[in-house]
């Protein structure tokens, strides 16, 4: 089955290579986006912590699995561990608002699963004509994805030494603000040899200095089995969600089904960083997705896929604001390396030094700062509430 895939990947790989003719315009970048990576995470990767040796990615778009679900493009990166292996990340192509309560603010999401918005409730910000992906001057791709109601997502997948780094930006064209803006980025491990488990006791985080996995609290993680394929013991038949959350003060622990079976688990610890592992049975080699603004980790036995899901938060009219995650190819002592992160993550978020004049926005952690409100009234906008297979909150 994995050569299979890989087969598959190779052939998606050769369909592409001539959509990128050498001469094509090169993307420039979106208003205030990030010049470059935070450094205090270019330190930790590239330190002598990562025994990987320098490497940087080549980026193609799965032309397949593009064809196939249309705006949902599966952007693939090779991997420093063999010709064949890859990386394959999925981006989202449209915005949801909603006005219901579980949890506010609009969501970018790639729904190839998702049927219509008025199945959940919502309101959804199409494209207005299928986005179209280009070279970047920063060596990746970009796409700025026009949508319904004066929005424009913007979306940079860019390579770095033993990284990728994924941007996210909102532009607000409208009227009103855009509030609680989050995104949704699938990073998957099938082809990566040795990668391939999906139980989630292969994936790890950092509690108190500690590198765990979901067992870690004695949580029932039995009923799993129920939703394994018939024959299989590392198959799933659909997906099921782990959570874990960053912040303060207890968590319940909890076990809930959504209503089509799957399970959402929530662990009753919180974690130091909001960065999760992938790793390789011997915890020695693996990927490391790490958003220094998000605020929980999530992972799904189905793909297998992991997440550390940026937050955006408001986006004023007349702003764009922007969100950073990575991807990082790790080898070597993982509890190590998820501490420096931590430590990272830190210097990234801590409070900026008092100036004589004082940085009144009110952005998420490691995001760029947002311009004043307009003096305009802002009511509230509609607020979104995923409800896909993929997604969990």
Not at 77 to 105: I, L, N
Not at 227 to 244: I, Q, R, T, V, W
Not at 320 to 330: A, D, E, K, L, N
Request: net charge neutral.
């Amino acid at each position: 089955m994995f050569k299979l895939i890989l087969l598959l990947a190779i052939v998606s790989l050769l369909l592409t290579a001539s959509a990128w003719a050498v001469d094509d315009p090169k993307a420039q970048p979106g208003p205030d986006e990030p010049a470059a990576p935070h450094p205090q995470v270019v330190a930790a990767v590239t330190g002598p912590l990562n025994q990987v040796k320098p490497f940087t990615p080549a980026l193609s778009i799965d032309a397949q699995q593009f064809n196939r679900d249309r705006h949902v493009p599966m952007i693939n990166a090779t991997a420093p561990w063999g010709p064949t292996q890859f990386v394959p990340m999925e981006v989202p192509e449209y915005v949801h608002g909603y006005t219901g309560e579980k949890r506010p603010g609009a969501f970018l999401f790639a729904g190839r699963s998702l049927k219509t918005a008025a199945d959940i409730g919502g309101v959804r910000y199409a494209s207005k004509t299928p986005p179209k992906w280009a070279p970047n001057v920063a060596g990746g791709l970009s796409v700025d994805n026009e949508l319904e109601g004066d929005l424009v997502m913007r979306f940079r997948v860019i390579p770095h030494d033993r990284m990728i780094e994924i941007r996210v930006g909102l532009t607000n064209g409208g009227k009103l603000p855009v509030k609680g803006v989050w995104t949704q980025l699938c990073s998957k491990s099938y082809g990566l040899e040795g990668l391939t488990r999906r139980h989630v006791d292969s994936s790890w985080m950092l509690i108190g200095g500690e590198l765990v996995t979901w067992s870690v609290t004695g949580q029932d993680l039995d009923w799993l089995k129920a939703h394994l394929k018939p024959g299989k013991d590392d198959e799933y038949k659909d997906s099921n969600f782990f959570m874990a959350h960053l912040g303060a003060g207890p968590i319940a622990g909890k076990l809930e089904f959504q209503k089509s079976g799957s399970g959402i688990f929530t662990l009753g610890k919180r974690i130091d960083v909001p960065a999760i592992a992938k790793l390789d049975a011997e915890k020695k080699r693996g990927l490391i997705v790490y958003s220094p603004s998000a605020d929980k980790i999530f992972y799904n036995v189905l793909q297998p896929c992991f997440h550390a899901d940026p937050q955006i938060g408001t986006v004023l009219p007349g702003a764009t604001c922007w969100s950073q995650t990575y991807i990082i190819y790790f080898q070597g002592d993982a509890k190590a390396m998820m501490n420096a992160l931590s430590a990272a993550h830190r210097q990234i978020t801590a409070p900026p030094a008092p100036t004589s004049q004082p940085d009144q926005s009110a952005q998420p952690p490691g995001q760029p700062a947002t311009p004043p409100a307009p003096a305009a009234t802002t009511p509230q906008v509609p607020t979104p509430q995923p409800g896909n297979q993929e997604s969990a909150q």
